[in-house]
């Protein structure tokens, strides 16, 4: 990392940190750069806006395509390691984000490209991790971690349950009410126990529609196990945060571990909470 | 305010406080008033009803606008700092109570002023801020100022999601099934993952069904999400609160601090909960 | 109450009590012929069933009126404050449990006296409350009875943004959306926000879908608010009838106070939770 | 038991547990058997896949018939108690697994064996009870269980409710707008209580949809009670698991009862948490 000269110290400063404030200027307009791209490809869809102003979005998308291609590249220059950026995760999203237009200029503009654009408000998430938010996330993602295979456990007698009661309404209702096929019956089931609703495919017989009472009921009860889940586990995250940020009322010393009970350094007792 | 006349301080007290029986009547007649004439505008943007009532219904708009106006002047002459109060949020709510029915003397009637009009809902806050349910509306309100970071860390994630899948279904099912462009795909898309459901768009394609269970199994177990968050910060919230009611078992001196563990007058301690 | 005979004294114990193994059996048996009359009146109200077993149907109402007919009788009878009974409120939905038949004698049978038979579903809560699901009801009524100020702010603000929202939408989308006045603009906004979506009314331009999926988004992160009260409640309920059952570690003596430190008799010490 | 011979041993090893690693592959591959078999009758189910390749999912049936019906016997071979095990939940899904096949040679095949061919999903349950996921089914299994009579308590109240909504809507709107019979009215009122909203039968009278939004509301809030009462009792078994953990902070030793104080070796103060 010596042999970086300091231009690319300096960027790399700016691009890939947040604690300057030309860092944190760059931060903003790169979001508000990503947030109007993204808006211009969805305005791009719409036929009506596309067949007006089609010339004009044009001109916007490379515009965009060129600043972000910049970017990419200084990114490159500056960062202490470009082949590891080059294929992390956020190095793939950035070249995703600029490789379409390019490709649009070989190959005819197909919709497909259209959505690999869209991705590139996941480059969104870097600078959010960037900014004060990341202690916000991580309490998510300890959550959501801790809990994964309870949730787990929970999916798969939804599934289950789903796969079950889809067949028997295959049987019950049939393709005259739209239950053409198991996988279609399942699509129901899964569209009526989580509570979505569509309507547009509904049991018609008495029996059909008991039985699909029943589902909803159970989706109605059901959606309070992953909630309980989840609020026990951002209760335990919270307490073993708060359990590592105590401080020991005598000689005010932190950084006691999460099941300590007397402080490393005066041996006075710790609050449990 | 020792220039106020002893008139435009009574008036103060009935109008602006909650602590005689003067103040108290005339907030819930205010409530009623309010809602009369809520009601009003309902009423008369309901066709048969407007073309059967509409007069009695433009005399009843005139009546509320009357009294509205006369409680707006009394207002502004009983309050210490009139001005300060026509610049205030619920002096500009006041004025938007009153205004559509001058406008509409001077411009013809539109749709526009009814909205205008129904936003009169909202001076049942500045009452409900006087009476007691202020402690219950603080709760509330801390608890969701307290967890409104990761709740937009949340909705970030939620919305990411909402646009990546909306543009995969923008490309998977085309507009042949209702998803004519990116935006109208990632309607479609929140009105699944939140379980609303309307069904005015719905996945054709089995791969469409398969990723629109996908979403709606994703939201029906997101939701536990922001219950888990607001469960917590009501939960501390409470504590906090009782922390700050506790009284000393020794000598019941109360009005202890949150983090006090020996009471502040006899050294007794606390207890923690 | 001395004046009573020995047979009311032990008609009292069968009908009203719980604690014999005749009133058991006489419980259990009133449950089956109330979920047995509620389901003949249903079954009577669909066209097919009504045509082939219109007949056996009537018959069997007047069975199901005649015993109940006796029962209501019998509770006068044993009842040691028969007028009291009568006009409480289980004495009067027993009472129009019976009405509705012998009032159809009279006038022609009309749809508003199938509601009111419907009503007898009600004297199950009757023998519920005998039962030992008396404490769950008991934690239920009292955990929705302290947080029901919080949960009427909660509805208040919802209310009053499905009263503005909907206000909206009926100025953005207008007639030919379905929005042909503020009230339906309202009922398509309260089916909304709950995550219901019918789908009757569904917003058509791309202004109207924003605003409808702001609306969404907001009902989906709003659930969590009377989750988190009620969660909240609960645990307070179930954690004052822990306190109120601890047992004294040194004596064994319970019956303690909720907020008592030490055992009223010798003095130790009682554990917190 | 002596009585089994090495192999039937070896193979009880392999086939009904999981602690060999050839115990661990064997289930692997059976869930992987069950997912693919459970798909191929999905698929057979529907049309224009069974017009395409009826031949080659015929064909695959047999093999997993035939695989799954060596695997019943085996099981039958392995077990130190056959009779026990051919009458057990797992022995009868196991059976019923392989059954429709051989009576579809004898009965031409109907959609009611299609419906007993998705049972085989069932068989996974028993896979992960042998896993580690054991103990998270114990928590929510548990936590169900001390939870039953609120959460049938509170069913009792929604069905009520439902049932006395159904019966007035059917009053109030009639058969012209599809409340053609009480039951249709209550399986509208269930589609509407648990926010499902298929949008197959709609209020149309402005009575009607006030009802409606009420009966919404009220679903909406409601769903705040099973949230609650499962995040209470998941709370507090996991506080019991946690103290059925608890080490004694004076010599360690671990074991203790979930209401012990103090450590039954040496006497030292248990945490209490």
């Not at 791009?44 to 067949?51: F, G, Q, R, T, V």
């Not at 049991?203 to 159970?218: C, D, E, R, Y």
Request: charged residues 20%.
């Amino acid at each position: 990392m010596s042999k970086r000269n300091s231009l690319q110290k300096r960027l790399y400063q700016i691009i890939f940190e947040h604690d300057t404030w030309e860092g944190r200027a760059f931060d903003v307009i790169l979001i508000l750069l990503i947030l109007a791209s993204v808006a211009a490809v969805m305005a791009d869809s719409m036929a009506d806006i596309s067949a007006r102003f089609g010339y004009h979005l044009y001109v916007l998308e490379w515009l965009f395509t060129i600043l972000f291609t910049i970017e990419y590249i200084l990114r490159l220059y500056s960062s202490p390691n470009a082949g590891y950026y080059a294929r992390s995760f956020y190095g793939l999203i950035d070249l995703m984000a600029i490789l379409p237009t390019y490709v649009s200029l070989i190959f005819p503009e197909s919709r497909f490209l259209i959505v690999i654009r869209v991705l590139r408000v996941l480059r969104i998430f870097r600078i959010l991790k960037l900014m004060e938010y990341v202690e916000e996330i991580e309490v998510l993602r300890s959550a959501i971690q801790s809990s994964w295979r309870r949730i787990l456990v929970f999916l798969t007698i939804v599934l289950t349950v789903v796969l079950i009661v889809g067949s028997l309404m295959y049987l019950i209702e049939g393709p005259q009410a739209g239950y053409t096929s198991i996988p279609r019956s399942v699509y129901w089931a899964i569209v009526t126990v989580t509570t979505v609703g569509y309507g547009d495919i509904t049991p018609l017989t008495p029996l059909g529609q008991a039985l699909a009472a029943f589902l909803m009921i159970l989706g109605y009860g059901l959606i309070a196990v992953p909630s309980g889940i989840v609020t026990i586990e951002l209760g335990k995250e919270k307490q073993r945060r708060r359990r590592l940020n105590r401080v020991c009322p005598n000689c005010n010393q932190h950084g006691h571990d999460q099941d300590a009970r007397f402080c490393k350094l005066c041996g006075a007792e710790l609050e449990s909470a």
